[in-house]
């Protein structure tokens, strides 16, 4: 499977972004889809996550703002972004997990977009 990330970009602070993660080469509509994302110096962390049954999962940091979607017809991911601020300025990574799987944790997804970057500027 491979996954081609886009719609990161430079934004200010209350601003909306949209990051669509799309998907070939292989299942979609069985593989849970996340986001994650890493900030310089930091650790690469999870952000949100959509099953195959549109089970979602936000971490606390993105609840109320961040919202995840799935177009199987069109084998790509969505996330819409608002009310973002400076703190959300890291790449984000799109990845595909195991099918029938559901994780919040980065070692279960087999497939890695190649990371776009999203900057929040105060």
């Known amino acids: 499977v491979q996954l081609q990330a886009s719609g990161g970009g430079l934004v200010q602070a209350g601003g909306s972004l949209r990051l669509s993660c799309a998907a070939s080469?292989?299942?979609?509509?069985?593989?849970?889809m996340a986001w994650f994302r890493q900030a310089p110096g930091k650790e690469r962390d999870v952000v949100v996550v959509?099953?195959?049954?549109?089970?979602?999962y936000y971490a606390d940091s993105v609840k109320g703002r961040f919202t995840i979607s799935r177009d199987n017809a069109k084998n790509t991911a969505y996330l819409q972004m608002n009310s973002l601020k400076p703190e959300d300025t890291a790449v984000y990574y799109c990845?595909?997990?195991?099918?029938?799987?559901?994780?919040?944790?980065?070692?279960?997804?087999?497939?890695w977009g190649q990371g776009t970057q999203v900057t929040v500027s105060s």
């Open positions: 990845a595909a997990g195991r099918r029938w799987d559901f994780s919040t944790r980065s070692s279960e997804y087999e497939y």
């Open positions: 080469g292989g299942p979609f509509s069985s593989r849970s």
């Open positions: 959509i099953s195959w049954s549109t089970t979602t």
